[in-house]
């Protein structure tokens, strides 16, 4: 059974003066900002953490590519890897108003939709969503972190992680 994360008024989990969800993500490192959100997550819902992984809608478009067409139900849309961000573009900013959940809510079923895809293909198309897994890490559009063991490890080494770099003099990093 899935658990979704119950977030009260104003992503506030557990009372003023508390950590909010939309803190948690206010650094370019994303090893850090997937602790804060593990360990929130986890101090929220009561159960451990293992990994956070983070993606683009460039992976969304590279996912869409392989697995075809996705209805959107609740927005009555259909989107594929050509209209995508056409259509996220459209959803996001019609009707739009501060407070407003639909965007988080169009992530949500686009995202929800590839996953059930992703699991649901055929053997014949994992050498083509390899790809695109592969080739998003590459490009970052698809970043892993993992609390603990060698896989957090693998990924630091391979560049996975989504970490900052570090850099001698000055540098420019946008955020």
Known sequence: PRRRLRIKQKYQLFGPGDTSLIDTNITPSFPTAARDVAALF???QGIPVHGVLGATLNLAQ??????????LVEFERTVDSENL???????????????????????QA???????????ASSSGYPQLGRAVWESLNQRNLLLYFTQGEAAQALTEAGWDGAISAARGDYLGVF
Not at 86 to 107: C, D, M, N, S, Y
């Open 42 to 44: 986890s101090r929220a």
């Open 62 to 71: 590279e996912l869409l590519e392989v697995t075809g067409p996705l209805e």
């Open 110 to 120: 686009l995202g929800e939709g590839l996953v059930e895809r992703v699991f649901a």
């Open 85 to 107: 961000f056409a259509v996220a573009t459209e959803e996001v900013e019609k009707e739009f108003f501060p407070g407003t959940t639909k965007k988080k809510r169009l992530i």
